[in-house]
């Protein structure tokens, strides 16, 4: 595999380890409400809907094969669009301007929720909140797909819900240790070096555009990486200011 696979294969494991982490938090509260049986039923038939868009796609990609070059700049915008929502989210967090998002509190939310609803609402609860996060691993697997083997992308997503399923089974709580702010910026990072590499490249050439090749996606990813960081501190660092001016 090249760099680039590898990074895209990266990727796809650590933005699908977020979204299945918080899965299974909402998958876990349920099951604690209403048994596991019923909860994991619940989160299979998500799971399985996931799975065969997933299935679906990939056949339809198969089959354009031939011109997919030409949607590589498409691809790039959408990677850009989808990144920089988290990379912006992150900023933010790091900026203290939102606050950090904790699974153990939506986990005790969760649950209140629940304790208040019908065991066919709990269900649904279960199955939508497996469905939705499985939809963004779709859209990541559709997107990053074509760089490493859609097969490639599909499994690196697999594995890490694998990944999640067992260390949530061993620890039977929410996975509060995961620094989901870190991971979210760090696979923000990358999807923005993708979709700025393949967006650019598909409408210029990649030739002209990124003369290094896929050394360029490590550069890209240091620029937004270090670029992010200067924003949060100095974001942080004015507001310090004014509310010393405040006071």
């Known amino acids: 595999m090249t760099g680039a696979q590898w990074g895209g294969a990266s990727a796809i494991f650590l933005a ?9 938090t909402i998958v876990l509260a ?3 409400t209403i048994g596991w049986r019923r909860a994991t039923g619940a ?11 997933i299935v679906i796609t990939g056949a339809g990609l198969e089959a354009a094969q031939a011109d997919i070059v030409r949607i590589r700049a498409a ?16 900023i933010r967090r790091y900026s ?8 153990e509190k939506e986990f005790a939310d969760t649950r209140e929720h629940l304790e208040r609803a019908e065991g066919r609402a709990a269900w649904g609860v279960a199955f939508k909140g ?37 260390a949530g089974l061993a620890l039977r709580a929410p996975l509060t240790r995961v ?10 990072c990358a999807i923005l070096s993708f979709g700025s590499f393949w967006g650019l490249g598909g409408l210029a050439g990649e030739q002209a555009v990124w003369p290094l090749g896929d050394v360029t996606l490590l550069l890209l990813f240091a620029a937004y990486a270090a670029g992010g960081r200067i924003i949060a501190w100095r974001s ?12």
Do not use: C, M, Q
């Not at 203290?96 to 699974?103: F, N, P, S, Y």
């Open 43 to 53: 989160a299979v038939a998500g799971l399985a809907v996931v799975a065969v868009l």
């Open 16 to 24: 699908s380890a977020v979204e299945w982490v918080e899965a299974f």
């Open 96 to 103: 203290g301007r939102t606050a950090l998002h904790d699974e």
């Open 179 to 188: 620094p989901e702010n870190t991971l979210k910026y760090v696979v923000a």
């Open 236 to 247: 942080r660092a004015s507001g310090s200011a004014a509310a010393g001016a405040r006071a």
């Open 75 to 90: 691809i790039g915008i959408f990677l850009l669009l989808f990144g920089l929502r988290w990379y912006i989210k992150a």
């Open 130 to 166: 497996v469905l939705l996060e499985g939809l963004e691993v779709w859209l990541l697997v559709v997107a990053l797909g074509h760089t490493l083997s859609y097969a490639a992308a599909a499994g690196s997503a697999a594995a890490s819900l694998a990944a999640v399923i067992v």
């Open 30 to 32: 349920v099951a604690l």
